[in-house]
């Protein structure tokens, strides 16, 4: 993986080859190995590289053809490149895939696109047309931001690269609103007005001043599998095996995440089939037993046999990862299962290169509680009813993610809600962290605007758990859990591949029955049978226990001062004219009450905000 920028100037320079340089060298951590720039006449290309195939200087980017008439900047991997390249009568100068990609767009243009199986972001640049394509990978698995004035496009890997170019930073009031009210910013959205994600399987083409923005691959409905069961289990088997295998390619140390869940217990068992000396890695969590799954890890290692590692983690670690977590986001992002991938990307990447996660299972296959409540939340079943009935109750006790208790009837009352609703409001009721986003706002948003913002997103009448899922799949994996991913592995210049994400394997999971993925009591049903023989016993039907960062305690002890300082300063709040003063310190009063519910997971957000804000645009 590596960093890429760039820009197209439409008449007015306004200094763009020199942001082009300061853009290019931000991007150093995705890419530490090389750095270049390249530019002709209104175009400048940006690359700094990871090497992972071919590591020598013919892979370097950016990279031109023998003419010198087109020019591509690449981040990702092409896993299929060797294949496509036997497609291509081309005398290669290298065995990269960048190689492979830049005559695949000479040669068949933006029809090769529905051809490549991997993930990646990349700009391609014609001289003799003076035409620039880009385009983003099926799945949002590689960013691309951009940004478009009357005088230029640019673009990024990350915000703080399209951050060096000139253009006024404002906030975009709709951004704001999805980020209190979701801790991330979903879809094509930004934090700055103006800037923009290119949504995942598009691709935009420049001509001139004319731009065009169009998908290459759409997440529409696909046919319902129509086979047996077990079929289903050997599919799953076989298409998993085959992904990790295409995963497998590079000239560098690769290993994988273990955390001792099915998901990457289950990638870790195919890996082992093509790497007998596989390096797998795991983090516990020394001062929060319950969340220690480092057992089942080590089960799963000594069963495949591979070189296991182990970073035991104290609070003060995670406390002491916070300056780098929140100093590397370029762009609000309140998801603090960010601080241990961070540490565990930190501690990996001093041991290899690339790892294999297991990302992405839980969105295709129904891996969380949230689609397990969606499900029995149309039930008509006596349990149902007896907590119907307790509704008035359950939203009166104390309710918390920080303790067995307090989650529990925080649980039970959101599922008591839930019941009321009907199937397509259930989605944003289970996806939201803060349903009360818009009265934190200085500025709130019209209920119409909400309404439209919603309904922009979700494309579904018809809302089943299939329907469910395919909206994770365009909301919540691209807007968080990638994201995270991304952030987080590049921060320490490590790629991370995600073999659940493969497009045969994403097509075959979307055409399943929602019966094979939930049933009863159970998720990720079919996925967790299909490796119920093959993963040691005490993994199958274990409950996912997942780890709550500490939240609540930190801010009642270790960062009250810097909360204190970061988000109650009434006199900033009000100068800011961004959040209403008065809704913000009463989250300290709950902070420090008896049912806090979750107020930290909403100061947390605000933290993230203002930290980034005052680094970034003050």
Not at 96 to 115: A, N
Not at 300 to 308: E, L, P, R, S
Not at 473 to 496: I, Q, Y
């Amino acid at each position: 993986m590596c960093g890429i920028t760039g820009y197209k100037n439409f008449g007015n320079d306004c200094g763009l080859s020199q942001s082009l340089k300061k853009a290019t060298s931000v991007l150093d951590k995705r890419g530490p190995d090389n750095l270049a720039t390249f530019t002709h006449e209104s175009v400048g290309l940006g690359h700094t590289r990871l090497s992972i195939i071919d590591t020598s200087v013919k892979g370097n980017q950016p990279m031109s053809d023998k003419s010198g008439r087109y020019t591509l900047v690449f981040n990702g991997e092409i896993y299929n490149y060797q294949e496509l390249a036997s497609e291509l009568k081309v005398d290669f100068q290298s065995s990269s895939d960048t190689e492979v990609l830049l005559y695949l767009l000479i040669q068949q243009g933006e029809q090769c696109l529905p051809k490549l199986n991997g993930f990646f972001a990349f700009a391609f640049y014609d001289k003799e047309t003076q035409s620039l394509m880009l385009a983003r990978d099926r799945m949002g698995i590689k960013p691309l931001h951009y940004y478009q004035n009357d005088n230029f496009f640019a673009f990024g890997s990350e915000l703080k690269a399209l951050m060096q170019y000139p253009f006024e930073r404002t906030i975009d009031q709709n951004s704001l609103y999805w980020y209190l009210r979701l801790t991330y910013l979903p879809h094509d959205k930004s934090m700055l007005r103006g800037v923009k994600k290119l949504l995942p399987g598009h691709s935009i083409i420049i001509q001139g001043k004319d731009i065009e923005i169009k998908p290459f691959w759409k997440l529409e409905k696909s046919d319902f599998f129509q086979g047996h069961y077990e079929k289903a289990k050997q599919t799953i088997l076989q298409l998993l095996e085959r992904s990790v295998e295409h995963r497998m390619v590079a000239d560098v140390p690769l290993g994988s995440f273990l955390s001792g869940g099915t998901d990457s217990s289950a990638v870790v068992s195919m890996a082992s089939k093509f790497n007998p000396n596989l390096h797998t890695f795991s983090i516990g969590y020394r001062d929060h037993n319950f969340f220690d799954e480092t057992n089942f890890a080590e089960l799963v290692a000594n069963k495949f046999k591979t070189n296991h590692t182990t970073f035991s983690l104290t609070n003060d670690d995670l406390i002491n990862s916070l300056d780098g977590v929140l100093n590397y986001i370029d762009e609000p992002f309140a998801d603090s299962s960010a601080i241990p991938t961070f540490i565990l990307s930190q501690h990996v990447s001093q041991h290899i290169k690339v790892a294999l996660s297991g990302d992405g299972a839980d969105e295709l296959f129904g891996g969380y509680y949230k689609h397990l409540a969606f499900q029995r939340s149309g039930e008509q079943t006596m349990p149902n009813s007896i907590i119907t009935w307790l509704a008035p109750i359950l939203k009166s006790l104390p309710s918390s993610r920080s303790s067995t208790v307090g989650n529990y009837t925080r649980r039970a009352a959101k599922y008591a809600q839930l019941m009321q609703m009907k199937s397509n409001d259930k989605y944003w009721h289970l996806a939201s962290f803060n349903l009360s986003a818009n009265e934190l706002m200085a500025d709130p948003l019209k209920e119409e605007t909400v309404n439209e913002l919603i309904n922009h997103l979700q494309q579904e009448d018809d809302f089943g758990l299939n329907e469910f899922l395919d909206m994770d799949l365009r909301v919540v994996l691209p807007g968080d859990m990638l994201t995270k991913v991304d952030l987080m592995s590049m921060a320490n210049s490590l790629e991370v591949r995600v073999p659940f994400l493969d497009k045969d394997l994403v097509a075959f999971a979307r055409s399943l029955p929602a019966h094979f993925k939930i049933d009863k009591n159970r998720r990720k049903t079919v996925l967790q049978d299909a490796f119920e023989y093959i993963l040691p016993k005490e993994l199958h039907h274990r409950s996912k226990k997942g780890f709550e960062v500490p939240m609540l305690s930190w801010m009642r002890n270790e960062l009250k001062s810097s909360v204190e300082e970061v988000v109650f300063d009434k006199d900033f709040l009000e100068n800011q004219q961004i959040f209403n003063p008065t809704r913000v310190m009463d989250l300290k009063q709950k902070l420090f009450s008896q049912n806090p519910g979750d107020v930290h997971s909403t100061l947390w957000t605000l933290y993230v905000f203002q930290r980034w804000y005052k680094d970034y645009l003050l």
